[in-house]
């Protein structure tokens, strides 16, 4: 008998594991990790799903750095998350820019469905951490559950106020991995998905006048 696909937790790299860097992450030098990155990846380890990293990495493209380069990081840092108790079972990135028109560059869902094929993976069943709506898109439309963090562009460019718009439950906003890994480890407990989590409404409340605070 043929054994059921898994779930899976897909990760973005920057702005959700390092600092989204305005002039890109084009060395390892140049790559820092968020705060409580690396105890995050170590507790969702522990859930026994698959984990992988999916980026856009249009710096291959525009000559920024080479494909060697991005792999390098890639290594160092799995690396790295593996001293600390975690794993990750394999960081896929899209190479491409935009007007190259390809299936993986996020929004499109090309990465995770890759993912799926190679190793099983039930999307439907997963979970999507990212800090920017494209991230969020790709998500929702393969049915993977999808959370936007703030600890990037999760902040601005009205990627928050787009999520509090939406009607869909497959989807909520936190502040960070950490967050996020409340709200994972939650559904993983057979928790309905929280649209946001206390510790984003109380950042949220506190950035507001009074009169504002009926707001969430």
Known sequence: MAMAATGAIFLDRDGVINENRPDHVKTWEEFEWLPGVLTSIQRLSQT????????????????????TTVQDIHARMITTIEQAGGHIDRAYYCPHDLHER?????PKPGMLKQAAQEFGIDLTRSFLVGD??????AGLAVGTSSILVMTGRGRNQGNLAKLLTQSAVRMGAACDLADATTM??????????MMTTPRLRRAFHMALSPNELTVL
Do not use: V
Request: glycine content about 8%; charged content about 20%; proline content about 5%.
């Open 102 to 106: 390809c299936e993986c560059r996020k």
């Open 132 to 137: 920017s709506w494209s991230d969020i898109e």
């Open 184 to 193: 994972i480890l939650s559904a993983l407990d057979g928790e309905p998905m």
């Open 48 to 67: 026994g799903l698959p984990i992988f990293i999916i980026t856009n990495q249009a710096i291959i493209s525009r000559g920024l750095a080479a494909e």
